[in-house]
Protein backbone atom coordinates (compact mmCIF):
# COMPACT_ATOMS: atom_id res chain seq x y z
CA UNK A 1 0.00 0.00 0.00
CA UNK A 2 2.74 2.28 0.70
CA UNK A 3 4.62 2.10 -2.69
CA UNK A 4 0.83 3.35 -4.05
CA UNK A 5 0.82 6.78 -1.64
CA UNK A 6 4.58 7.06 -2.58
CA UNK A 7 3.13 6.61 -6.95
CA UNK A 8 0.78 9.11 -6.02
CA UNK A 9 2.73 11.20 -4.30
CA UNK A 10 5.16 11.19 -7.52
CA UNK A 11 2.72 11.99 -9.81
CA UNK A 12 1.12 14.78 -7.61
CA UNK A 13 5.03 16.59 -7.72
CA UNK A 14 5.24 15.92 -11.10
CA UNK A 15 1.78 17.54 -12.26
CA UNK A 16 2.65 20.77 -9.44
CA UNK A 17 5.96 21.17 -11.21
CA UNK A 18 5.01 21.62 -14.89
CA UNK A 19 4.43 25.37 -15.89
CA UNK A 20 0.94 26.91 -15.27
CA UNK A 21 0.43 26.87 -18.86
CA UNK A 22 0.70 23.43 -19.37
CA UNK A 23 -1.82 21.02 -21.51
CA UNK A 24 -3.45 18.14 -20.19
CA UNK A 25 -1.59 16.42 -23.62
CA UNK A 26 1.98 17.89 -22.53
CA UNK A 27 1.27 17.01 -18.57
CA UNK A 28 0.29 13.07 -19.87
CA UNK A 29 3.47 12.94 -22.09
CA UNK A 30 5.88 13.99 -18.78
CA UNK A 31 3.87 11.42 -16.84
CA UNK A 32 4.21 8.77 -19.63
CA UNK A 33 7.81 9.43 -19.93
CA UNK A 34 8.51 8.94 -16.10
CA UNK A 35 6.44 5.60 -16.42
CA UNK A 36 8.33 4.28 -19.10
CA UNK A 37 11.58 5.80 -16.93
CA UNK A 38 10.88 4.02 -14.04
CA UNK A 39 9.66 0.61 -15.63
CA UNK A 40 13.08 0.04 -17.63
CA UNK A 41 14.97 0.93 -13.97
CA UNK A 42 12.82 -1.75 -12.50
CA UNK A 43 13.96 -4.21 -15.73
CA UNK A 44 17.12 -3.14 -15.11
CA UNK A 45 17.11 -3.80 -11.34
CA UNK A 46 16.08 -7.44 -11.66
CA UNK A 47 18.39 -8.43 -14.37
CA UNK A 48 15.59 -8.16 -17.41
CA UNK A 49 18.12 -6.21 -20.28
CA UNK A 50 20.17 -6.89 -23.17
CA UNK A 51 23.62 -6.92 -23.92
CA UNK A 52 24.97 -4.13 -26.01
CA UNK A 53 25.25 -6.00 -28.86
CA UNK A 54 22.52 -7.12 -29.15
CA UNK A 55 20.90 -3.60 -28.54
CA UNK A 56 22.79 -2.90 -31.78
CA UNK A 57 21.39 -5.76 -33.82
CA UNK A 58 18.15 -4.54 -32.58
CA UNK A 59 18.60 -1.05 -33.71
CA UNK A 60 19.78 -1.86 -37.16
CA UNK A 61 16.63 -3.88 -37.82
CA UNK A 62 14.73 -0.53 -36.48
CA UNK A 63 16.50 1.77 -38.44
CA UNK A 64 16.67 -0.02 -41.92
Known sequence: MQAII????????TVQSLPDDTS???????????????????QADSGKTVSHAEAEKRMKKWLK
Open 6 to 13: SEKQNILK
Open 24 to 42: IEEAMERLYLLFKIEKGCR
